[in-house]
């Protein structure tokens, strides 16, 4: 069970451009989160989805945001024209069930704008 | 909404002393609450749950308690290792999502 995955590690974009992150749930997992982690601050929900539904996006800013979790693989979590204060840790977590505890946490995406 | 609030945000202790890191939230109306470890540039490790009917949760040189009522939870580690330099995160759980704190940053020195 190779857990959560996430990919890439490693993101870099100069301003404008798109970054596109991907998470392929554990085996077994329908669930997936999605969480932002800003420099020197906690880590805020931005999204639930299930396959093919997205549950909540509340925690999701209005404009330039978008996830999906499609039938068939990985979620992506995909932020049009970048800005600088975009640059932070993406971090996906999956679950069996339709309850945030006890998730499974991936070792996250970090995205620097340029 | 919930926040979750840690102190101390920082400490310096020496090896074999122990380790007590705070957590307080607003909202006592939780289901569970988690301690996660996370490391410089890597993901999260779950620690212990404790669910809301628990007073405290116990593995190995870990304790962590949850006072609901009062909207607070104690994390103990006992005769700290240098290994365990971390930054140590409290998350609650409610309305289908956790909430987490900013964290307690932790540096063990030999």
């Known amino acids: 069970n190779a857990g959560v995955m996430q990919n890439p590690r490693h993101l870099v974009r100069r301003r404008g451009q798109e970054a596109r992150l991907r998470c392929s749930p554990m085996?077994?997992?329908?669930?997936v989160y999605w969480y932002r982690q800003l420099p020197e601050e906690g880590l805020k929900f931005m999204v639930y989805?299930?396959?093919?539904?997205?549950?909540?996006e509340s925690g999701m800013p209005k404009e330039r945001f978008s996830a999906e979790f499609p039938k068939e693989g990985p979620s992506i979590l995909r932020i049009q024209q970048v800005v600088r204060g975009d640059s932070a840790a993406y971090f996906c977590?999956?679950?069996?069930?339709?309850?945030?505890?006890?998730?499974?946490f991936g070792a996250g995406s970090r995205l620097t704008v340029l | 909404k919930q926040e979750v609030t840690q102190i101390p945000a920082a400490l310096s202790v020496p090896e074999g002393e122990n380790l007590v890191l705070n957590c307080s939230f607003t909202?006592?109306?939780?289901?569970?609450l988690q301690w996660f470890r996370q490391d410089p540039g890597k993901g999260l490790t779950s620690l212990l749950l404790?669910?809301?009917?628990?007073r405290e949760q116990t593995s190995g040189r870990l304790n962590a308690s949850l006072d609901k009522s009062s909207g607070r939870s104690t994390l103990y580690i006992a005769a700290s290792q240098p290994g365990d330099s971390a930054t140590y995160l409290c998350?609650?759980?409610?309305?289908?999502?956790?909430?987490f704190g900013k964290g307690n940053q932790v540096v063990v020195i030999p």
């Open positions: 977590a999956s679950s069996p069930l339709g309850t945030a505890y006890n998730l499974t």
């Open positions: 085996k077994g997992h329908s669930h």
């Open positions: 989805l299930q396959k093919e539904n997205i549950i909540d």
């Open positions: 909202d006592s109306a939780i289901y569970n």
């Open positions: 404790i669910q809301s009917s628990q």
């Open positions: 998350a609650v759980y409610g309305n289908n999502r956790l909430a």
